[in-house]
């Protein structure tokens, strides 16, 4: 599987982007799906997680309320909706494919990896 993430870019803060995660491959539909981000002088941290058919999604509590992340198995993306963006959501974003887990649970076998897409939130 080949990821390619897009929808990056400068937004004020209460503004909105769009992420989307186009995967090449006939198989996208079999993986769970994550959103992480890593800023500035930080540590990748996962964000979001979508199970395989969509049915189960998990955030963390910082972006809990605002980021929705959505996925369209016949167009083979996944989707990340930012709202209410704050500078401190300002990192590089990244998708990735969980091979064995459910997106967001222990197991989870972050395998495949998109390229990133910056995002920058100005106060």
């Known amino acids: 599987v080949q990821l390619q993430a897009s929808g990056g870019g400068l937004v004020q803060a209460g503004g909105s982007l769009r992420l989307s995660c186009a995967a090449s491959?006939?198989?996208?539909?079999?993986?769970?799906m994550g959103w992480f981000r890593r800023a500035p002088a930080k540590e990748r941290e996962q964000i979001a997680g979508?199970?395989?058919?969509?049915?189960?999604?998990y955030y963390t509590d910082s972006v809990k309320g605002r980021f929705t992340i959505s996925r369209d198995n016949f167009k083979n993306t996944m989707y990340l909706q930012m709202n209410n963006l704050k500078p401190e959501d300002t990192a590089v974003y990244y998708c990735?494919?969980?091979?064995?887990?459910?997106?967001?649970?222990?197991?989870?076998?972050?395998?495949?990896w998109g390229q990133g897409t910056l995002v920058t939130v100005s106060s």
């Open positions: 491959g006939r198989t996208f539909s079999s993986y769970a």
């Open positions: 990735a494919a969980d091979l064995r887990g459910t997106g967001f649970s222990p197991d989870s076998l972050w395998s495949y």
């Open positions: 979508i199970s395989w058919n969509g049915g189960s999604t």
